[in-house]
């Protein structure tokens, strides 16, 4: 079966440092990938979506990036991080012809 | 572009009353629907789908929805809630194109009164 882990599950950083959180997904291959962000009693936001290695779609501006190493990882960086970038994130994974996501458990962000 | 709406931001209900959560979406074509639960501090769980065929959906944990194309919903129900169902809940629209992205409501927070 398929699992899908995120690391670390929580993480607090300091205004203009640097940022890597990881996503993996194990049991399928060529899945589509995706990151959202859910602010305090709010949505989810999509922010970035694979469909397959080094392929990377962005769909809000931002201090963030999005990077596809190897099929199952799917890795979000920051430079700088702002204050705003706080919030859960969460990572996601769809076989190529399906339609569902399925979330991994997120990463709680704090920006201090 | 699509579109989810959500129109009850927080529903309080009794534990053993019946339940029903709405939706509301705006998608050109024919929509692909999901209903997903997140418990405080964790990931969205999958109840239930609908991408064509019997209106009348059935998912997990005794959850059912029902697709309704006139009226541009797809409605949650149960007959009977437990305590253990207290959580946020989030209907979505899935977007045509390869990569199928979703569009999710901005989700109903469940209270179940003992």
């Known amino acids: 079966s398929q699992t899908i882990h995120q690391w670390p599950a929580t993480l607090v950083q300091p205004v203009g440092s640097p940022l890597s959180l990881e996503c993996t997904v194990e049991?399928?291959?060529?899945?589509?990938l995706y990151w959202y962000r859910q602010a305090a009693g709010r949505g989810l936001q999509l922010l970035f979506y694979?469909?397959?290695?080094?392929?990377i779609s962005s769909e809000v501006p931002q201090n963030l990036s999005a990077s596809r190493p190897q099929d199952r990882q799917f890795i979000l960086s920051s430079k700088k991080l702002l204050l705003s970038d706080s919030g859960f994130y969460l990572c996601?994974?769809?076989?190529?012809?399906?339609?569902?996501?399925?979330f991994g458990p997120g990463t709680r962000l704090t920006v201090t | 572009a699509q579109s989810v709406t959500q129109p009850d931001i927080h529903i309080t209900v009794s534990e053993g009353a019946s339940l029903e959560l709405r939706c509301n979406y705006s998608y050109g074509a024919t929509p692909y629907l999901f209903w997903y639960v997140q418990s405080p501090g964790q990931g969205l769980q999958l109840l239930l789908k609908y991408f064509s065929g019997d209106t009348l959906v059935q998912g997990i944990k005794g959850f059912e929805a029902e697709f309704k194309r006139s009226q541009s919903s797809f409605n949650l129900r149960k007959p009977s809630v437990h305590w253990s169902d207290a959580a946020e809940y989030f209907c979505?629209?899935?977007?045509?194109?390869?990569?199928?992205?979703?569009?999710f409501g901005s989700g109903t927070q469940l209270t179940v009164l003992p």
């Open positions: 694979s469909v397959g290695i080094g392929q």
């Open positions: 996601a994974w769809r076989t190529s012809g399906g339609g569902e996501q399925y």
């Open positions: 979505a629209v899935g977007a045509t194109g390869s990569a199928r992205q979703l569009t």
């Open positions: 049991g399928t291959s060529n899945p589509n």
